[in-house]
Structures are given as structure tokens and as C-alpha cells.
């Protein structure tokens, strides 16, 4: 077999080599991370390795795809209208803008703005968690027009994280209040806490609450319940390093459980 392609592809936030055909069909794919080559067909299996011979390094596993889990069925079952996996960062923001936006002589900045801003800066930093073995939903709707702005699943758990647009200003905390520069007080742990407690009655599992202050000068105070994690959005790696709560089983599936519109409509 002859005039086979290797092309860099990135799958689930997993940087992959598909090996195809000159008409583009994929016969395999290497993931380096995991030190496996998938091959779709094997009579291609020898063609395929010469291909990604320059590409290999070390020990490498090779086999057929793996047989769909409970979680990947359930997923592939899901109506489009009801995955909310396609949501991105600040979606219900993002329609929010479309639907009624600024008008043309506003004396005032839209806070919808600043707080698409603060979400899309939290959100990218916990994508950047995926190729660790993390999950990210963004908007995820509740009952009574709530929602979780942020859900991330991962080795150290599921957490909601809800970001707090603090660019270049003074971040206090005095539970269950924070203070946002000269702004009003809002009692901002009270709602986290409130987030987490409804996705853990709906996954039944721990929930942690997270706040997060993005471009935020300088955070004082804490919570005076260590249940609730504050993290600025450019510490939010930190949960990268943690681990040891879920297996990659356990994270699939509370994630294909997640992503489901439907779970979350009787809280």
C-alpha cells in the first residue's frame, strides 16, 4: 500500500498522527501520549506502522479501536439539542449579547461584557486541563434560569467554578460576601456553594465549589469554610497536578452524564 498520509489531528484535547489514504480516509492513528496505534483495519497494520515509523518512540501498543464504554454509548445516543458539550465559554452570555445588544451611545460599559471576558478566560484555562485527562462544560442550564458557568471533571474530582470579573482591581473576601474593587458586595461564596450542591445532587457525587477572580490586582481574605476554593484564573493549573479522587473511567462517565441537557432539569 502505497502514498499513505500522515496528518496531525487533536481529539478530546489529545494531539493525534491519523495515518490516511490519498482520499483522505483514516486507516489508523498514533497517540503518543498513550503510546498506542489504532488501526481500523488489520491487513493496513504493516503499511500503517511503516508510516508512522519515524513517528514512534519506544514501546508502542497497537490493537483495534477499543470497545465502546457505557458513557460513549449514552453520548452517542444524546439528541444534539440536549449535548450541551458544543457550549462555549460565557454561551448563555454570548446569546444574551446577540439577542439585546449594547446600545449605540451607552454612558456606561455593558457588565455583560466584562463578564463574557471573565468567563472565557476562566474557561480556556480549564481546557487547558484536558490533555491531563480533564472534562470541561461551559453554561451548563438550570432550573429557574440558574446556571453553572463552568464544570470541570477530572483525576482530582468534579468542581463548579464561577469566574468573577476583577480586571486590575482589589478582591476582598468576607465570607459568605466579596467585593469586587469599589462595587457592591455580593454574596457570591453563598451562590458557588448553592452551584456545587445542586451538580452534586445531580451526579451524586463531591462537588467543589471554586471562585475564581480573573485579572484580579490582589485577593485578601478567605472563605471560612475550606470548602470553597478560591483560585484566580491564572492558578486554575494547579488543579492539574491533583489527583488520586477519580479514575479516567469514572471521569467518562460523569461527563457523558453531564453533558446531558436533560440531567439537570429537575433540580
Not at 449579547?97 to 463574557?116: I, K, V
Not at 470541570?152 to 459568605?176: K, L, Y
Amino acid at each position: 500500500m502505497t502514498g499513505l498520509r500522515v496528518v496531525p489531528a487533536r481529539r478530546h484535547g489529545r494531539e493525534l498522527l491519523h495515518v490516511t489514504l490519498p482520499s483522505g480516509r483514516t486507516l489508523a492513528w498514533y497517540d503518543h501520549e498513550n503510546a498506542r496505534v489504532t488501526v481500523l483495519s488489520t491487513p493496513d497494520t504493516d503499511a500503517v506502522l511503516t508510516a508512522l515509523n519515524p513517528y514512534l518512540s519506544g514501546r508502542v501498543t497497537i490493537g483495534p479501536p477499543p470497545v465502546p464504554t457505557a458513557a460513549d454509548l449514552a453520548r452517542l445516543a444524546l439528541h444534539p439539542d440536549d449535548d450541551l458539550a458544543p457550549n462555549r465559554p460565557g454561551e448563555a452570555l454570548r446569546i444574551a449579547l446577540e439577542r439585546d445588544p449594547d446600545p449605540p451611545h451607552r454612558l456606561r460599559a455593558d457588565l455583560r461584557r466584562s463578564a463574557l471576558a471573565a468567563e472565557e478566560s476562566t474557561g480556556a484555562a480549564l481546557e487547558a486541563l484536558e490533555p491531563g485527562g480533564w472534562r470541561v462544560l461551559h453554561s451548563v442550564p438550570l432550573p429557574g434560569g440558574d446556571r453553572i458557568p463552568h464544570l470541570a471533571i477530572g483525576p482530582a474530582g468534579p468542581f463548579v467554578v464561577c469566574a468573577v470579573p476583577a480586571r486590575g482591581r482589589r478582591v476582598r473576601i468576607a465570607d459568605p460576601e466579596v467585593t469586587v474593587g469599589r462595587s457592591a458586595p455580593r454574596t457570591l461564596l453563598s451562590t458557588v456553594r448553592s452551584l456545587a450542591e445542586r451538580a452534586a445532587h445531580a451526579l451524586t457525587a463531591h462537588v467543589t465549589p471554586v471562585l475564581a477572580p480573573c485579572g484580579a490586582s490582589a485577593v485578601t481574605g478567605a472563605p471560612a469554610d475550606r470548602g470553597v476554593r478560591v483560585l484566580r484564573d491564572g492558578e486554575l493549573a494547579v488543579l492539574a497536578r491533583e489527583g488520586g479522587v477519580l479514575k479516567p473511567t469514572e471521569v467518562a462517565a460523569l461527563y457523558g452524564a453531564a453533558r446531558d441537557r436533560t440531567l439537570w432539569r429537575h433540580l
